[in-house]
């Protein structure tokens, strides 16, 4: 039980990110920068990436070590010597992975390997073959059809899910059942980042309501340069995006507000940026008196790390799950990671029942 497997479909900047926090973290032995050390038994230097899966030609039949630092990916590179490993990067399904505009922004946008499709079995095999435990989503936003062609695999070949994206797996009531009917636990959906745009309008959110300061009308604007705000230009793959970001603060507000009040998600790609994301953050309310006030901030922030170590404790604890027979989707580790989760919880009632969960001496009782 002392390491976890993981493949990741998708092997765009977050696949980056988490695959140098990996080897930095069993190079240094560190804990800095990790919301929890350990969880169970697991560091973040026990996990081991064993395959990657991806539809671009620039990484496919790459080693994945190679692969995370390949065209388009533009995140910045903390980690540059990632040790040689066996993990290779095979050809997934493209499905709607791949938007059409996507493939007409050339070399910043995807380039689509031209190598038939995997199929199913071909997938199961993989996972089979290199003993996967958990799988996780980083397909592109709007990728409906792929992730439910993941999930298939995820089921078939015996494989807990962490779902990064926002589309709606863990906290889809005919998915669920199945994973929990198969004894397989699944966490999300849409990972949250470490210090990002959500966390922190969710926690303004619940400052102002706890303050007793009625919020009258928010935004939360985004910008940024990487493949997901390109990929993001097309509306029609935003809609459970947008659902996901301005769910998860509607539910740290006193009051619901009406939709003509609050409007969150991205607003513009940013070539230049890179993977740099920028947020423009407001609140208004009113105070005592119905006296109005209004709070704004700019946050800066290298968006797939910030997504990374959210990733890395999701990952670590769908393996626990795993370990103690544990299926469906896990419902606290869900809530603190994922914007969209079946249940929402403040964070704080999330966190004391994480950590709990997490102790190694719950496994005693196995």
């Given at each position: 039980?002392g390491?976890?497997?993981?493949?990741?479909?998708?092997?765009?900047?977050c696949?980056?990110?988490?695959?140098?926090?990996?080897?930095?973290?069993?190079?240094?032995?560190?804990?800095?920068?990790?919301?929890?050390?350990?969880?169970?038994?697991?560091?973040?230097?026990?996990?081991?990436?064993?395959?990657?899966?991806?539809?671009?030609?620039?990484?496919?039949?790459?080693?994945?070590?190679?692969?995370i630092?390949?065209?388009?990916?533009?995140?910045?590179?903390?980690?540059?010597?990632?040790?040689?490993?066996?993990?290779?990067?095979?050809?997934g399904?493209?499905?709607?992975?791949v938007?059409?505009?996507?493939?007409?922004?050339?070399?910043r946008?995807?380039?689509?390997?031209?190598?038939?499709?995997?199929?199913?079995?071909?997938?199961?095999?993989?996972?089979?073959?290199?003993?996967?435990?958990?799988?996780?989503?980083?397909?592109?936003?709007?990728?409906?059809e792929?992730?439910?062609f993941?999930?298939?695999?995820?089921?078939?070949?015996?494989?807990?899910?962490?779902?990064?994206?926002?589309?709606?797996?863990?906290?889809?009531?005919?998915?669920e059942?199945?994973?929990r009917?198969?004894?397989?636990?699944?966490?999300?959906?849409?990972i949250?980042?470490q210090?990002?745009a959500?966390?922190?309008?969710?926690?303004?959110?619940?400052l102002?309501?706890?303050?007793?300061?009625?919020?009258?009308?928010?935004?939360?604007?985004?910008?940024?340069?990487?493949?997901?705000?390109?990929?993001?230009?097309?509306?029609?793959?935003?809609?459970d995006?947008?659902?996901?970001k301005?769910?998860?603060?509607?539910?740290?507000?006193?009051?619901?507000?009406?939709?003509?009040?609050?409007?969150?998600?991205?607003?513009?790609?940013?070539?230049?940026?890179?993977?740099?994301k920028?947020?423009?953050?407001?609140?208004?309310?009113?105070?005592?008196?119905?006296?109005?006030m209004?709070?704004?901030?700019?946050?800066?922030v290298?968006?797939?790390p910030?997504?990374?170590?959210?990733?890395?404790d999701?990952?670590r604890f769908?393996?626990?799950?795993?370990?103690?027979?544990?299926?469906?989707?896990?419902?606290?580790?869900?809530?603190?990671?994922?914007?969209?989760?079946?249940?929402?919880?403040?964070?704080?009632?999330?966190?004391?029942?994480?950590?709990?969960?997490?102790?190694?001496?719950?496994?005693?009782?196995?």
């Amino acid at each position: 039980m002392g390491r976890a497997r993981v493949a990741i479909v998708g092997v765009g900047n977050c696949a980056s990110s988490l695959v140098q926090g990996g080897a930095y973290y069993r190079r240094t032995g560190a804990s800095g920068g990790l919301i929890h050390r350990t969880i169970g038994p697991y560091h973040a230097s026990d996990i081991d990436f064993v395959l990657g899966i991806d539809v671009d030609r620039r990484k496919v039949g790459r080693p994945l070590a190679e692969a995370i630092f390949a065209a388009p990916n533009n995140t910045q590179v903390f980690e540059p010597a990632i040790p040689p490993c066996a993990a290779q990067v095979i050809m997934g399904r493209v499905l709607d992975g791949v938007a059409p505009h996507m493939i007409a922004a050339g070399a910043r946008g995807f380039q689509p390997a031209d190598l038939p499709d995997a199929t199913q079995d071909e997938i199961v095999s993989a996972l089979r073959r290199e003993r996967v435990d958990v799988l996780i989503n980083f397909l592109p936003v709007g990728s409906q059809e792929a992730s439910a062609f993941y999930m298939e695999c995820a089921l078939e070949a015996g494989v807990g899910v962490v779902n990064a994206i926002p589309v709606f797996i863990a906290s889809d009531a005919g998915w669920e059942s199945r994973f929990r009917k198969r004894g397989l636990p699944i966490v999300g959906d849409d990972i949250k980042a470490q210090v990002g745009a959500t966390i922190i309008h969710r926690t303004l959110s619940n400052l102002f309501a706890i303050r007793g300061v009625s919020v009258e009308r928010t935004y939360q604007l985004n910008t940024g340069g990487n493949t997901d705000f390109l990929n993001m230009l097309d509306a029609d793959r935003l809609t459970d995006k947008k659902v996901s970001k301005t769910e998860a603060v509607q539910a740290a507000l006193a009051r619901r507000l009406e939709d003509d009040n609050i409007r969150i998600g991205p607003s513009e790609y940013v070539p230049w940026q890179k993977d740099n994301k920028v947020c423009f953050l407001r609140l208004e309310g009113a105070q005592w008196g119905g006296v109005p006030m209004h709070l704004e901030l700019r946050l800066s922030v290298e968006d797939s790390p910030n997504a990374a170590a959210c990733a890395m404790d999701a990952i670590r604890f769908c393996k626990l799950a795993r370990d103690r027979g544990e299926g469906g989707a896990l419902t606290v580790e869900s809530a603190f990671y994922c914007k969209h989760p079946p249940v929402q919880m403040p964070e704080d009632a999330a966190l004391a029942l994480l950590d709990a969960r997490a102790l190694p001496h719950l496994d005693a009782a196995e």
